[in-house]
């Protein structure tokens, strides 16, 4: 991990059911040893199911609702995989307008395998260096994104990586880019 601080630094996880656990947890644990405060945010209170591919994994409390955050309570922000999660977030316009903002905000964003997809429907990625699970390519590229099979991508930014055997990479660069702050070229 990197050895750099997120001390008074806040960073939002957008999530819902059908999250991949290990695309929440890990991200999640290396940003708390960084020093930051982590929030899940979701659609609804209460808790979400995550899932390891195809079968129940362990359920998780909601901190609070894509209805009572806004993207400048935090510095940064990560979108987890699992198919179903972000397939279900896409649909709901707060969830797409919270992800939105944080790139009009200038804000770093880390988005592993599916999670991609919400940077899709939030049309932040046109111009953008970006790589994802090999099924989002094409929404990526049809969105006007560069797509590339590569284990980390940081585009201003802007990070992306394919699947949970990236994690370590992802993580590592999450905190580097957390810590670094508003990124000019990060826009909507």
Not at 84 to 94: M, Q, Y
Not at 130 to 146: I, R, Y
Not at 156 to 169: K, V, Y
Request: hydrophobic share 40%; with cysteine; aromatic share 6%.
């Amino acid at each position: 991990m990197s050895d750099q601080s997120l001390n008074e630094t806040t960073i939002a996880i957008l999530a819902t059911n059908g999250v991949e656990q290990v695309e929440l947890t890990k991200p999640w644990e290396a940003l708390q040893e960084a020093g930051a405060t982590v929030h899940l945010i979701s659609l609804k209170a209460g808790e979400i199911q995550g899932v390891h591919h195809d079968k129940k994994g362990d359920k998780f409390p909601v901190d609070k609702t894509v209805d009572e955050v806004s993207a400048s309570s935090y510095d940064g922000l990560v979108l987890p995989g699992g198919v179903f999660n972000p397939d279900a977030l896409r649909v709901n316009e707060r969830a797409v307008d919270f992800v939105r903002d944080f790139f009009k905000q200038s804000k770093p964003v880390a988005a592993i395998c599916h999670g991609p997809w919400m940077l899709v429907e939030a049309d932040v990625v046109r111009g953008r260096r970006v790589t994802s699970w090999p099924s989002v390519k094409t929404d990526l590229v049809n969105a006007g994104a560069e797509w590339v099979d590569e284990e980390c991508v940081c585009d201003e930014g802007l990070l992306t990586s394919r699947n949970p055997d990236d994690l370590p990479a992802f993580c590592s660069k999450a905190v580097e880019e957390f810590a670094e702050g508003r990124h000019a070229a990060q826009t909507a």
